[in-house]
């Protein structure tokens, strides 16, 4: 239900552009997140957006550096990273979830996920 695409290597200071393709009734859903999982780490937080209205929320880490949008008509929403670090480097997942309330930042809201796609900045 959700197909991550556009990870790759890129040098410190570059940028790289994921897409998350939704189904339509996945679209549907009250809002997409993207997570990021570095190896022997956790799986966490980066940016989310609510389908309907578009808020986005950013964790600090990457507040200032990375966007994300969606676009209705293709069903997809997009994170744009730039100003990459190395500490930027791991798996990105993104994700959906069907119910409202907040914890847009915890990966157990979220419903639908993924397969992931590497983001690899090379310093």
């Known amino acids: 239900q959700l197909v991550e695409s556009g990870g790759g290597l890129v040098q410190t200071g570059g940028s790289l552009r994921l897409t998350c393709a939704a189904s339509?009734?996945?679209?549907?859903?009250?809002?997409i997140g993207w997570f990021r999982q570095a190896p022997g780490k956790e799986r966490d937080f980066v940016a989310a957006i609510i389908l309907p209205d578009g808020i986005t929320y950013f964790a600090d880490s990457v507040q200032g550096r990375f966007t994300i949008s969606k676009d209705n008509a293709e069903n997809t929403v997009s994170l744009q990273m730039n100003s990459l670090k190395p500490e930027d480097t791991a798996i990105y997942y993104c994700?959906?979830?069907?119910?409202?309330?907040?914890?847009?930042?915890?990966?157990?809201?979220?419903?639908?996920w993924g397969q992931g796609s590497q983001v690899t900045v090379s310093s």
């Open positions: 339509e009734r996945t679209f549907s859903n009250s809002a």
């Open positions: 994700a959906a979830r069907r119910n409202w309330g907040g914890r847009y930042g915890y990966a157990d809201s979220y419903d639908f």
